[in-house]
């Protein structure tokens, strides 16, 4: 079984700026993408950003481009995304999610683990 766990949610004031962790736990993966997705409430869940295995292949959302940063840490089986310029309309609950192939996918079916997810808020 596997295990994502979401942490570094929380209150900013826009232009502010967090970090999320995703870690995973339980069953060893071999190789596997990770991607973030964001949903508010009355919405559906919101592809935001991805990476490969390796790290060096990423894509976001043409919303946060240019803003959020995602990362991981193979080691240490995390995956980060670093917000930066942060908006009010970036106020959702944020999920982490693992797909068992090497290449990322932003469409949330192709995910195969998800994580309970951690509350941004950005206050205007």
């Known amino acids: 079984q596997v295990q994502l766990v979401e942490s570094g949610g929380g209150l900013v004031q826009a232009g502010g700026s967090l970090r999320l962790s995703c870690a995973r736990s339980?069953?060893?993966?071999?190789?596997?993408?990770m991607g973030w997705f964001r949903q508010a409430p009355g919405k559906e869940r919101e592809f935001v950003a991805a990476?490969?295995?390796?790290?060096?292949?990423?894509v976001y959302a043409d919303s946060v481009k240019g803003r959020f940063t995602i990362s991981r840490d193979n080691s240490k089986n995390t995956v980060f995304l670093q917000m930066n310029s942060l908006k009010p309309e970036d106020t959702a609950l944020y999920y982490c999610?693992?797909?068992?192939?090497?290449?990322?996918?932003?469409?949330?079916?192709?995910?195969?683990?998800w994580g309970q997810g951690t509350q941004v808020t950005v206050s205007s």
């Open positions: 990476v490969s295995w390796s790290g060096t292949n990423s």
């Open positions: 339980g069953r060893t993966l071999s190789t596997y993408a």
């Open positions: 999610a693992a797909r068992m192939v090497l290449a990322s996918t932003q469409i949330p079916s192709g995910y195969d683990y």
